[in-house]
């Protein structure tokens, strides 16, 4: 079975500095994506994020980028540059590469942007 | 980029009655629905995976004959939370995929029973 653990379930952070959150999982399988999802007050569920697992290199997105350590199986998610709008739950997910597309998701961490 | 359409957005109803909850892919064929349910600060909790033209397939412990999933064409999947419970009051999520390995969620559904 594959788990996705979030450590930190509340974490604050000053406008325009960086925060780091951390995502650690368990799979069995060789080939699997990673995501991080934002859900804001609205609760739509908005795509952050991605890594392929065989992909070395870690993915970034603008202020967002991830520390992916594969054999230690951690996805950190760094926010630079933390904006009032960054405020929000953010979820970790696994999802493996076959045919199979369900996602496991980690319980969630509540960021709050602070001005 | 793709769409998905949930409705409605919110809905209160009365114990014992039913309510149906609908997600249309726009713009693409959604094979395969997934339905979540996710209960205040939680995280989401899948509870069934619809495939067009066949049977859901349910997560361990989610009861199939009160959740009910049809997912008849390849746009449209629907959840009817039948003769609901002040417990079933939760905010319920479809999500699928496109061509690729993205994830697109519906807006999800607020349900209360009163």
């Known amino acids: 079975a594959q788990t996705v653990t979030q450590s930190q379930p509340e974490m604050s952070v000053q406008e325009a500095e960086t925060v780091t959150l951390s995502c650690t999982y368990d799979?069995?399988?060789?080939?699997?994506?990673l995501f991080w999802y934002k859900q804001p007050p609205s609760r739509q569920m908005i795509l952050v994020i991605r890594q392929e697992a065989y992909k070395q290199q870690n993915a970034t997105e603008n202020r967002f980028s991830v520390n992916f350590q594969k054999a230690a199986k951690s996805f950190s998610l760094k926010i630079s540059d933390s904006q009032l709008g960054d405020t929000a739950m953010y979820f970790c997910?696994?999802?493996?590469?076959?045919?199979?597309?369900?996602?496991?998701f980690g319980k969630g961490t509540l960021l709050t942007v602070n001005p | 980029g793709a769409v998905v359409s949930q409705h409605p957005s919110r809905v209160i109803c009365k114990s014992g009655t039913s309510v149906k909850i609908e997600c249309r892919s726009l713009?693409?064929?959604?094979?395969?629905m997934f339905w979540y349910r996710q209960f205040p600060k939680q995280s989401l909790m899948l509870m069934a995976t619809s495939n067009e033209g066949s049977k859901a397939t349910y997560e361990q412990g989610v009861e199939k004959d009160k959740f009910l999933i049809n997912h008849a064409s390849l746009t449209l999947s629907t959840l009817t939370v039948t003769s609901a419970h002040p417990e079933d009051s939760s905010f319920y999520i479809c999500?699928?995929?496109?061509?690729?390995?993205?994830?697109?969620f519906g807006q999800g559904t607020r349900l209360t029973v009163v």
């Open positions: 799979t069995s399988e060789s080939n699997y994506y």
């Open positions: 713009d693409f064929q959604a094979t395969t």
């Open positions: 999500s699928t995929y496109g061509t690729n390995t993205e994830a697109f």
């Open positions: 997910a696994l999802r493996s590469g076959g045919s199979n597309y369900k996602l496991t």
